[in-house]
C-alpha cells in the first residue's frame, strides 16, 4: 500500500513539476503566468520602479538564476549586459529569446539611455505582437515539457482571446476620436501601440536628458499645435520637464509604466487619458 502511494506521488510529482523560468521585466511575468500557470516557477530580474536599461541583479537573484531551467529573453538593454553573465553561470539554462518574429520598429530619435542600434525595445505596447509573444512562450513550454501540451494549448487559447478583448475595446474607444490623435510622453516607450492605433507620440526627453528651455519651448508650441490631452510619465524617469508644459497647457501629468503587470489595464487607462477622459 505504502509502496502504492510512494510511486503516485512520485510519477504525479513528475508530470507536475514545474519549470524553473527567468524573466526580464513584469509584462513578461504576466504573459509566462498566463499560459504557463502553475507549472512554472517565475522568478522576476528588473524589480518594479527600476529601469531596464540600467538594471544590476542582485545575489540573490543570481542564485534563481543557477537554479533555472529556461530564461525568457526579450531584448531590453539589461539583457545585453547580462545574459551572457547568467549564460557562463548555468551553461545548461535554455536562453529563448520571446521577440521572434516581430517586426522592430526604430525610435524616431536617438535617445541616450538605449545603446541598442536605434530600435525600440518596448514591443509588449501593441495587442498584436503579444500574440506573437505569447505564441513564442507556448512554443518553449511544450518543447521543454512536452507532456502537459493540452494545458498549455488551453492556456493559450484563453489569453488570445483576452488579448483579441483587449485590441477590439481600444479600437472602439478610439473611435470617437476624429483628429488631436497625438499623446505626449516623457521617454518613447509607446511607439509600438502607437502605430498599431494609428497615434502619434511626442517625447519629451532629448537624448535621454531633460530638454533645454529652447527645446521646451518648441515642445509647448508643438504640443498646442496638436492639441495634446496628457502628458505621460514613468515612476523610473524625472518628471520635471513634463509638469512645466502640463502647466502651461493646463492638462494632466498621468504617471503609467509600460512595465506595469496589468498591460490589458495598462493600455485601456492610456486610451482613456488620450480621448481625454482621465
Known amino acids: 500500500m505504502h509502496k502504492t502511494i510512494f510511486f503516485y ?4 510529482s513528475y508530470i507536475f513539476s514545474s519549470i524553473n523560468a527567468i524573466v526580464s521585466i513584469l509584462p513578461q511575468q504576466t504573459f509566462l503566468k498566463a499560459i504557463g500557470g502553475d507549472r512554472v516557477n517565475i522568478s522576476l530580474m528588473v524589480q518594479p520602479g527600476n529601469s531596464p536599461h540600467t538594471y544590476e541583479p542582485k545575489p540573490s537573484q543570481m542564485i534563481s538564476v543557477a ?3 529556461i530564461y ?31 517586426q522592430k520598429m526604430h525610435i524616431e530619435q536617438v535617445h541616450g539611455e538605449h545603446s541598442h542600434g536605434g530600435e525600440d525595445p518596448h514591443i509588449w505596447t501593441s495587442p498584436a505582437n503579444v500574440k506573437i509573444i505569447v505564441q513564442n512562450i507556448y512554443k518553449a513550454l511544450v518543447k521543454y515539457d512536452v507532456k502537459n501540451t493540452d ?4 492556456n493559450l ?3 488570445l482571446i483576452s488579448i483579441e478583448q483587449t485590441d477590439i475595446q481600444i479600437k472602439k474607444t478610439l473611435s470617437s476620436l476624429k483628429k488631436n490623435r497625438t499623446f505626449m510622453v ?9 502605430k498599431a492605433y494609428n497615434l502619434e507620440q511626442i517625447a519629451v526627453e532629448v537624448e535621454g536628458k531633460n530638454p533645454k528651455p529652447r527645446e521646451l519651448v518648441q ?8 492639441n495634446v490631452s496628457a502628458i505621460f510619465t514613468q515612476p523610473e524617469f524625472s518628471d520635471a520637464s513634463s509638469k512645466i508644459i502640463a502647466k502651461e497647457l493646463n492638462i494632466p501629468v498621468i504617471k503609467v ?16 487619458a488620450i480621448i481625454g477622459k482621465h
Open 257 to 272: 509604466s509600460p512595465m506595469a503587470s496589468k498591460w490589458s489595464e495598462n493600455l485601456i487607462n492610456i486610451v482613456n
Open 67 to 69: 537554479k533555472a531551467d
Open 186 to 194: 516623457f521617454h518613447p516607450s509607446w511607439g509600438y501601440f502607437a
Open 157 to 159: 487559447d484563453t489569453f
Open 219 to 226: 515642445l509647448i508650441k508643438k504640443a498646442k499645435e496638436k
Open 9 to 12: 506521488l512520485l510519477t504525479t
Open 151 to 154: 494545458y498549455y494549448k488551453t
Open 72 to 102: 525568457f529573453a526579450i531584448d531590453v538593454e539589461f539583457e545585453h549586459v547580462w545574459l551572457p553573465k547568467f549564460q557562463s553561470l548555468n551553461k545548461r539554462m535554455k536562453i529563448i529569446d520571446i521577440t521572434e518574429n516581430i
